[in-house]
């Protein structure tokens, strides 16, 4: 370039780059010839790569775009409108909601940091997605700052789990980076970050309820997620889905299935839970049983229609309560103690309680590739099938969830077992 075509009066404008204009003409281009494709014309091979190659192009393109945005908050690009911080600006110019465009921003300040340049290439090449970078970022800023020095190292350990879990499973080894990284500081940084954790949730408890004039009540409720949340959740699926408990049992394709949806077969699974649970164990309220009682009449229990009253000072139904009096001297069963033998060979087909959470505990859930289903929503499956002469023990079965464990019997699609413990399905052509 000459001296002349250099100079510029001040105050004039910067003419475009002609470098950056004919890469986005190319760009535009390509996302046309991209766009004109007729998916529905596609075949199932092409229609794959196509998803494989787009899905890799949002997150190059979210690395672009993060790589821009943190250069655009460093010049304050936002001071020319009178923005109060870069996402404004970018909100403005893009229509993206505030929320969503300081949550990128801040993500593209972050990664403008030398410590994050790793995860800024990776993010640009189409390495790791954009949740699984801020997941990197959040793990690496909760290594004690006088452990700083470690944490380079923190960045490039988890980059390459990235490779092959979500954002949701990275959270794992992204925990463990003191261990793994630090291990001399390990152990109290974590102890110190569960008890944090343990006081903020316990001091967040809360139960709300509130009667309705229609016959209903809801309710809001707060949890401990360690502990006491989980313990619910696992309770609830379990009564919710029974057949779990049953789940080798050969399916009956003529079987109805419970189509209601999940939410509402866990609401009557909490009904169930509180209905049935052990009034001897309940604590005395005012040197009273705390159970509620019902009171009504022997034509009432015998199939009268008279209302019945309970303590409360409300009513129900005559079939209410004689379904509540048939809930009357059900007993909890008590699993076996920790003697009970886990390897029952061929004496029985169904894996036992001990079984299914020896095999949840080394599974952690559906065994099925890119499947994430807890073990409550889990089958368990003989490898070597029980009609076959296969043995009921922990080393031959696998979790699997409902969907999966019907795949897996279904002779239209061929399994594979990798080396790491999962089963994968291809539809036979």
Request: aromatic share 4%; charged share 25%; net charge neutral.
């Amino acid at each position: 370039m000459s001296i002349d075509e250099d100079w510029r009066a001040p105050g004039a404008a910067v003419p475009p780059s002609p470098v950056l204009t004919s890469v986005l003409a190319r760009l535009e281009a390509a996302y046309d010839d991209v766009g004109s494709i007729a998916v529905t014309t596609l075949t199932d091979e092409d229609l794959t790569r196509l998803v494989d190659a787009a899905t890799r192009l949002v997150d190059r393109s979210t690395g672009v775009v993060m790589a821009a945005v943190g250069e655009a908050d460093r010049r304050r690009l936002g001071d020319s409108i009178g923005a109060r911080h870069t996402g404004q600006w970018w909100a403005q110019r893009s229509l993206l909601t505030r929320p969503e465009a300081n949550r990128l921003t801040h993500l593209g300040r972050r990664l403008s940091e030398e410590l994050y340049s790793p995860v800024q290439a990776a993010l640009a090449a189409g390495g790791v997605h954009v949740d699984q970078a801020w997941v990197i970022v959040k793990a690496v800023d909760a290594v004690p700052a006088e452990h700083g020095d470690v944490k380079p190292a923190a960045v490039d350990h988890l980059l390459i789990p990235a490779k092959d879990h979500d954002a949701k499973a990275l959270k794992v080894p992204g925990r463990r980076i003191p261990d793994t990284v630090a291990p001399e500081v390990g152990e109290a940084a974590a102890a110190k970050a569960l008890a944090d954790e343990e006081a903020a949730a316990a001091r967040k408890v809360t139960l709300t309820l509130r009667d309705h004039p229609n016959g209903t009540t809801t309710g809001k409720f707060t949890l401990p997620t360690a502990g006491a949340g989980e313990m619910l959740r696992k309770q609830l699926m379990a009564i919710a889905a029974p057949q779990h408990q049953n789940a080798t049992r050969d399916p009956d394709p003529k079987a109805e299935r419970d189509a209601r949806p999940l939410h509402e077969r866990l609401g009557w699974a909490f009904i169930e839970w509180i209905e049935r649970y052990a009034a001897d164990r309940l604590p005395t309220s005012g040197g009273v049983s705390a159970t509620v009682v019902v009171t009504m009449g022997p034509g009432t229990l015998m199939g009268g229609p008279a209302a019945a009253s309970l303590d409360t000072g409300g009513r129900i139904s005559a079939g209410q309560a004689r379904r509540l009096a048939c809930e009357a001297g059900i007993i909890p069963a008590v699993l076996g103690g920790a003697s009970e033998v886990l390897d029952l060979g061929r004496t029985r087909r169904f894996h036992s309680g001990a079984q299914r959470v020896a095999i949840a505990h080394r599974d952690g859930g559906c065994t099925a590739e890119g499947c994430d289903l807890p073990p409550a929503a889990c089958h368990v499956h003989h490898d070597l099938p029980w009609s076959r002469g296969g043995p009921t023990d922990t080393t031959t079965g696998r979790l699997l969830c409902h969907r999966h464990h019907r795949v897996i019997h279904d002779d239209r699609y061929e399994t594979t077992r990798p080396a790491n413990g999962k089963v994968s399905f291809h539809r036979r052509t």
